[in-house]
């Protein structure tokens, strides 16, 4: 689980990736919607810590 922080907004969220074997690669490479102003951002340049 990652600690991920929003660049607009700055509020911090929760991220659970999905498990390895489903097929999913790197998770660094995924977008996020922010759930408080639903701006996307990259997950790799926000993560605060991994949980």
Not at 10 to 29: C, E, I, L, T, W
């Given at each position: 689980?990652?600690?991920?922080?929003?660049?607009?907004?700055?509020?911090r969220?929760k991220y659970?990736p999905a498990?390895?074997?489903s097929g999913?690669g790197?998770?660094?490479?995924?977008v996020?919607?922010?759930?408080y102003?639903?701006?996307s951002?990259?997950?790799?340049?926000?993560?605060?810590?991994?949980?």
């Amino acid at each position: 689980m990652l600690l991920l922080e929003c660049p607009r907004c700055h509020n911090r969220m929760k991220y659970q990736p999905a498990k390895a074997g489903s097929g999913d690669g790197d998770v660094f490479k995924k977008v996020k919607k922010c759930v408080y102003c639903n701006f996307s951002f990259n997950v790799n340049k926000s993560v605060v810590q991994k949980l």
